[in-house]
């Protein structure tokens, strides 16, 4: 077979399809950039990370952050700590929302979020109790936990890192079909309110809290 052959045999690119390919590398790089310029100007709150599906990432919506972030602001008070297990959505806007005198933590896998300094613990639920910077067991007034997969294999050591970091008060994001484990790992039920994400998800999603919350 002659070179010309070899190269004919080689699919080729339409002139749409390489234009489509081409907008979405310049947009990736554009970004990039974003990310580096408000890193270098101390402004991450301004940082828009996309979710990494091989994450099992799905953002919350802007109106479900802000009702989660209301409440617990609302049960901690003003000098009160949260802990976000999983949950960068909320975590960012109660970095918007919080006053300085609070404490909030980010509890995650994806080392994207370091951008947000000590304020980011490295977090893997196959080591529940293991934690990239020290964590006093019973530290947070309030935890709230949105484990990255729908599985018992998934929440079970979550809940012993909720368990672990509570005072007492938990709120927990995760499908509706994880109601019973939820009720006998954590003691939550299940409340009014549904949590929404920016993607339409194929499961059915709730929200479950252990105390009497505004979002019942």
């Given amino acids: 077979m002659s070179d010309c052959e070899a190269e004919d045999d080689v699919p080729q690119l339409s002139a749409a399809t390489l234009a489509v390919l081409q907008e979405f590398y310049a ?9 580096q310029d408000a890193i270098q100007r101390h402004d991450v709150g301004k940082v828009v990370l996309e979710e990494d599906w091989n994450l099992s990432q799905f953002w919350y919506s802007d109106d479900t952050a802000t009702v989660l972030a209301e409440e617990v602001l609302d049960v901690v008070g003003p000098r009160g ?11 960012k806007k109660l970095r918007q929302v919080k006053p300085d005198t609070g404490r909030a933590v980010l509890l995650e896998f994806d080392q994207r979020f370091d951008i947000y300094g000590e304020d980011f613990v490295f977090y893997d639920f ?3 109790l293991e934690f990239s910077q020290l964590l006093q067991e019973k530290s947070f007034d309030i935890v709230v936990a949105d484990p990255p997969y729908l599985s018992e294999d998934c929440l079970t050591p979550v809940a012993e890192t909720v368990r672990f970091l509570t005072t007492g008060k938990i709120i927990l994001c995760t499908g509706t079909k994880m109601e019973d484990l939820a009720w006998t790992l954590l003691g939550v039920k299940p409340c009014a309110f ?3 994400h920016t993607r339409n998800l194929g499961n059915k999603f709730s929200c479950y809290v252990n105390y009497n919350s505004g979002l019942s």
């Fill in 27 to 35: 947009e990736q790089a554009d970004r990039r950039q974003q990310l």
């Fill in 81 to 91: 700590s949260i802990a976000c297990l999983s949950c960068p959505t909320l975590y």
């Fill in 194 to 196: 549904k949590p929404q």
């Fill in 126 to 128: 196959n080591n529940p």
